[in-house]
């Protein structure tokens, strides 16, 4: 590394200076005055940019895998990533947080394994899919939330003549960036096909309110399936409350339910906040940046959403990535309801979760 001479350093020093550069390199060192602008930005400088992916484009892609693509030991899972344009080619919708198109046919079965990764599922259409979490079956229909917490062994079973797709999201780029991570074989069946009405973590932690005494508490949730229709149902009261006058609610036409652990009331996933929003129609929310980032899915309507300098129209199931510190504001005309994920969590566990708002300009 050379650096300019100045007229404050004469010849002699700036050679010295330059041979201290190459000493510094051939011991592997590198000094923090060259590079602190990179290091300790004024504000954070995402590599990750705005990012929609519309629907009918993944779905159709999807398919067209589900026809020349197997399900099997190896590949493992039939999901396609969404990859960020700013993260040089890496298969990340953020630097933290991964999202994937996950396409199972009829009757296909995608095997049972584990990993350090935590995971979860969210269903934008369709019903007949069983996701097989450490034996305990439970149905995957439009709108439920599926969690799969890091070393669960899970499995996916198609017990329907159609096909289904899905998003995943999962902490993979974290993982992969502090070297956590570890991922085992499962058996070739984890014990049961059955397709109950109820599978057994709903029916010993799905009660509001209601904890049984004597469980162990986890730090993920211990609730497997959250049900679009008790979903709905807090969203819609949320904004009934709002109209007869009474306060709580985010911002004026916003409610927000958030996800949680049933045992400790905090996030349902150790590294992934989930949450789902509803506008009424015409609502235009303020703007805000947090630290750390989001990808979201219109589950149902459409709007105008803009993060940072870009404005994208979106509409259900479209997908979108919002990098660090972006300033993001959601317009719908028509109403809309999305579904969102971020790393929330991690930067709050290490201090550094910081959440500026503003109004719409």
């Not at 650096?3 to 923090?32: C, G, I, N, T, W």
């Not at 003549?161 to 984890?190: K, S, T």
């Not at 994920?341 to 109004?359: C, I, K, M, N, Q």
Request: one cysteine or more; a negative charge.
């Amino acid at each position: 590394m050379t650096s300019a001479l100045s007229p404050s350093v004469s010849a002699r020093d700036q050679a010295e200076l330059d041979q201290l550069y190459k000493r510094f390199a051939a011991a592997h060192m590198s000094p923090l005055w060259t590079h602190i602008g990179d290091l300790m930005p004024a504000i954070p400088r995402p590599e990750a940019v705005p990012m929609v992916w519309r629907w009918p484009t993944l779905l159709g892609l999807a398919e067209r895998a589900g026809v020349l693509v197997p399900v099997g030991r190896g590949g493992e899972r039939r999901a396609i990533a969404l990859a960020n344009p700013g993260l040089a080619g890496a298969p990340y919708a953020t630097p933290t947080l991964w999202a994937a198109v996950q396409y199972l046919g009829p009757r296909e079965k995608a095997p049972a394994h584990r990993h350090s990764q935590t995971a979860f599922r969210f269903v934008i259409d369709g019903e007949g899919v069983w996701t097989n979490v450490e034996g305990d079956p439970v149905a995957m229909r439009r709108g439920d939330l599926l969690l799969t917490p890091g070393m669960h062994f899970h499995e996916h079973h198609n017990t329907t003549d159609r096909a289904m797709a899905w998003v995943d999201g999962l902490d993979i780029p974290l993982v992969r960036q502090i070297d956590a991570g570890f991922f085992e074989f499962g058996p070739d069946e984890l014990g049961t096909q059955a397709t109950p009405a109820s599978s057994r973590n709903e029916r010993l932690w799905g009660h509001p309110g209601l904890t049984p005494v004597g469980a162990p508490t986890p730090k993920a949730s211990p609730l497997m399936a959250y049900r679009w229709e008790h979903t709905d149902a807090a969203l819609t009261a949320q904004l009934d409350l709002e109209l007869e006058g009474h306060p709580g609610v985010v911002e004026p036409g916003h409610a927000v339910v958030r996800f949680t652990n049933p045992a400790t009331a905090r996030d349902c996933l150790t590294t992934m906040r989930c949450e789902m929003h509803r506008l009424r129609p015409g609502t235009r929310t303020a703007v805000t940046r947090s630290t750390g980032s989001s990808v979201y899915q219109i589950f149902a309507g459409s709007g105008v959403v803009r993060i940072g300098d870009e404005r994208f129209e979106v509409g259900t199931g479209d997908l979108f990535a919002v990098p660090s510190w972006a300033p993001l504001g959601l317009m719908s005309e028509p109403g809309l309801d999305a579904f969102r994920y971020s790393d929330e969590p991690v930067f709050e566990a290490l201090g550094l979760a910081h959440t500026e708002r503003e109004e719409m300009a």
